[in-house]
């Protein structure tokens, strides 16, 4: 007897009428039959499924939503945090900032340590992680993401190690293991910076590639929306940790983040289906989304005309990063609401269908009517 917790989505099953299956007879190995007055009589097996008003095989989903929890969003947006701080620092190294290069680097490890434990924490045994590394399939945004995230963590932990034992005057137990740190620090710093931006966007191609039809519609766009959400957030981080004089180049990172994700959203929802686009204004999801809204025009503003108070900054990264976060859930939260109604599915296929009918698509299996 099974005790998966997937049971609890199998339909309910009435009682056993005996009878025997027929492969041979109308309605074939789906379909039971009875004798009677009439002769041989088809019950069907599974009732009809109904498109108005968009009900399904009873009551489910027509598309199953993945087991995904909030450990999954908060991965989305620790992830995007790492990427783009790591990057940060990239920069900082290579224009000689050491502070802004040593948080940089610091955000970057702990958000690719705190967020992979939330990732491997949803998945519920850590060894399934370790199982994802088994091959490299190029086809796969998980395999490839997987990869790029153990890649970018190794990177990134090897150069924050580096910076924290400077930072303690070398008082890190690294023995003869700290010429060799010295050594590889910079190429830490360079490896970390280079996976820095497929770190915060692959996770928008990873979910724009489901069946969610909030997700798929916005499958062209999503990953401008989850690179600049990075942008800004990691350089909403750096105003917070860093002294102004050195936080320059955080400050015209968050504002490039900032125009990007206003235009990038702005466009992403215009291009998606009017009813697929539905579920990032409703619920959970629009109010998260209407905060990202505000919170971007608040620390726009702050960043470009205060940013060089320290306070003001501080308060503008505060905002930034709410706004990434709010970005974030609300895409996560509006992708998974949009697999429960059928009506999200259904009502863009049917338009996807008459637009290929009428661009004289007709002879494939989509088009074709039996």
């Known amino acids: 007897m099974s005790v998966s917790e997937f049971d609890n989505y199998r339909p309910p099953e009435g009682r056993r009428r005996r009878g025997r299956r027929s492969a041979g007879r109308p309605g074939g190995p789906g379909s039971w039959f009875r004798r009677g007055n009439d002769g041989a009589r088809e019950i069907p097996v599974v009732p009809d499924a109904q498109v108005e008003p968009y009900t399904s095989y009873y009551g489910r989903p027509v598309v199953k939503a993945p087991p995904w929890k909030k450990e999954i ?8 945090v790492a990427g783009g701080s790591a990057l940060l ?12 290069r040593r948080n940089a680097r610091l955000a970057a490890m702990l958000g690719s340590a705190v967020g992979s434990t939330a990732l491997i924490a949803d998945l519920g045994r850590p060894e399934r992680f370790l199982h994802m590394l088994r091959t490299i399939k190029p086809t796969s945004p998980m395999s490839l993401g ?3 995230l153990v890649t970018f963590s190794t990177c990134a932990g090897v150069a924050a190690v580096s910076e924290v034992d400077r930072w303690t005057g070398s008082r890190l137990p690294l023995g003869p293991l700290r010429c060799v740190l010295r050594a590889v620090e910079p ?3 360079v490896g970390a910076g280079l996976f820095g931006a497929p770190l915060a966007g692959y996770t928008a191609v990873l979910l724009s590639d489901t069946a969610m039809p909030t997700w798929n519609a916005a499958r062209e766009d999503l990953p401008f929306v989850f690179v600049s959400s990075a942008s800004l957030a990691s350089g909403g981080l750096a105003m917070i940790t860093t002294p102004v004089d050195e936080a320059l180049p955080a400050r015209l990172l968050a504002l490039a983040g900032v125009a990007g994700d206003v235009v990038a959203q702005k466009v992403m929802e215009s291009r998606m289906d009017p009813v ?7 619920g959970t999801p629009g109010v998260l989304l209407k905060w990202t809204e505000r919170l971007l025009l608040v620390g726009g503003l702050g960043t470009l005309v205060g940013g060089g108070n320290r306070a003001v900054a501080a308060v503008s990264g505060v905002a930034l990063l709410g706004a990434s976060a709010c970005t974030r859930f609300g895409v996560f939260y509006a992708g998974l609401n949009s697999a429960r109604d059928p009506r999200y599915t259904i009502e863009p296929q049917r338009r996807r269908l008459e637009a290929r009918r009428a661009a004289g698509q007709t002879g494939d299996s989509i088009t074709t009517v039996g």
Do not use: K, M
Request: charged share 10%; net charge negative; glycine share 12%.
């Open 276 to 282: 697929a686009a539905e579920p990032l204004h409703q």
């Open 73 to 80: 969003a908060t991965y989305l947006f620790l992830g995007g």
């Open 89 to 100: 620092a990239l920069g900082a190294q290579l224009t000689d900032r050491p502070i802004l």
């Open 187 to 189: 190429w830490s710093g």
């Open 146 to 148: 997987s990869w790029v």
